[in-house]
């Protein structure tokens, strides 16, 4: 792999980290908020286990879409 391609993949996975780490960090505060504020609800979602869900109701482009779904616990 040369230089460049290197440098930007590193890049790249820094900036995701630190996005990653802003969205764990506003969770956080924002859990904090609606703790001590009772008129404030936090609600989160881990969309990690989600598969695409067509919108499309007809047509053949309907059949070749892949079917996204949540999965909840069991």
Do not use: C
């Not at 764990?24 to 979602?45: L, M, P, Q, Y």
């Not at 047509?59 to 996204?68: A, M």
Request: hydrophobic fraction near 35%; charge should be positive; proline fraction near 3%.
């Amino acid at each position: 792999m040369d230089v460049e391609k290197r440098q930007s993949l590193t890049t790249e996975m820094e900036l995701h980290q630190r996005k990653a780490q802003s969205a764990r960090e506003g969770v956080k505060s924002d859990a904090v908020v609606a703790k001590n504020n009772s008129e404030v609800t936090a609600i989160a979602f881990d969309l990690m286990k989600t598969l695409p869900t067509p919108v499309i109701s007809t047509g053949i482009s309907y059949y070749k879409r892949q079917l996204w779904t949540l999965f909840g616990h069991t």
